[in-house]
């Protein structure tokens, strides 16, 4: 569980921007967070405590602002971290997948090798999907395919804010999301 203080200062620190980047969206700038280094370390703790020790093999997150979580997750983890991004950024071989966002439509790719694993294991990849906000959840349920597409298992999704007026996690077939502040 979130401590009320994380959740409050997250609150706070958060900036809304009204009508960004198209007219009726209230959009929640993560930027006053990453300012702030004593924050984003207990956002990132909190975010990685749930899934310590559960045998997380890889974090997938979310171009761009996804990245900023998942790599220090990943490094906290101590497992690989591999880039969901929009189409033709991957240069490598890459799968695909559409979704529609809460402002408009988009597509993901993931590198074909993103989930590999040492040649030993026989057991698929287990993956912790990041992102920065949990809208609704068409980003995070694209990039879930993605990793089943790939054979990983998705045990969770992580992000920092989930707007839960959009139901975003009804997109996720019942897949346990943590997230820290709730709108
Ligand atoms: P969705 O697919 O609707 O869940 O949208 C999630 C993605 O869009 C995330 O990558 C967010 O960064 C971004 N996003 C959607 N709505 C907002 C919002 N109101 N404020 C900030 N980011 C948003």
């Known amino acids: 569980m979130t401590s009320p203080d994380l959740e409050t200062r997250l609150r706070r620190a958060l900036r809304d921007v009204p009508d960004f980047p198209t007219p009726g969206i209230l959009f929640k700038d993560i930027t006053p967070v990453l300012a702030d280094p004593v924050l984003l370390?207990?956002?990132?703790?909190?975010?990685?405590?749930?899934?310590?020790?559960?045998?997380?093999?890889?974090?997938v997150a979310v171009e761009s602002?996804?990245?900023?979580?998942?790599?220090?997750?990943?490094?906290?983890?101590?497992?690989?971290?591999?880039?969901a991004r929009?189409?033709?950024?991957?240069?490598?071989?890459?799968?695909?997948?559409?979704?529609?966002?809460?402002?408009?439509?988009?597509?993901?790719?993931?590198?074909?090798?993103?989930?590999?694993?040492?040649?030993e294991r026989d057991t698929p990849a287990r993956v912790l999907v990041v992102d920065d906000v949990l809208a609704t959840g068409g980003t995070a349920a694209a990039t879930c395919r993605l990793v089943q597409r790939l054979g990983g298992e998705v045990v969770g999704v992580a992000v920092p804010v989930?707007?839960?007026?959009?139901?975003?996690?009804q997109q996720l077939g019942g897949c346990p999301v943590t997230t820290l502040l709730t709108f």
């Open 41 to 59: 370390r207990e956002v990132i703790a909190a975010l990685v405590a749930p899934h310590v020790g559960v045998g997380i093999t890889h974090v």
């Open 65 to 83: 602002r996804g990245f900023l979580f998942g790599v220090p997750m990943a490094l906290e983890l101590n497992v690989a971290f591999a880039p």
């Open 86 to 119: 929009k189409p033709g950024k991957l240069p490598w071989r890459t799968i695909r997948e559409s979704y529609a966002l809460e402002y408009g439509h988009n597509e993901l790719e993931l590198h074909e090798d993103a989930l590999r694993l040492s040649p």
């Open 162 to 169: 989930e707007l839960g007026f959009l139901n975003g996690r």
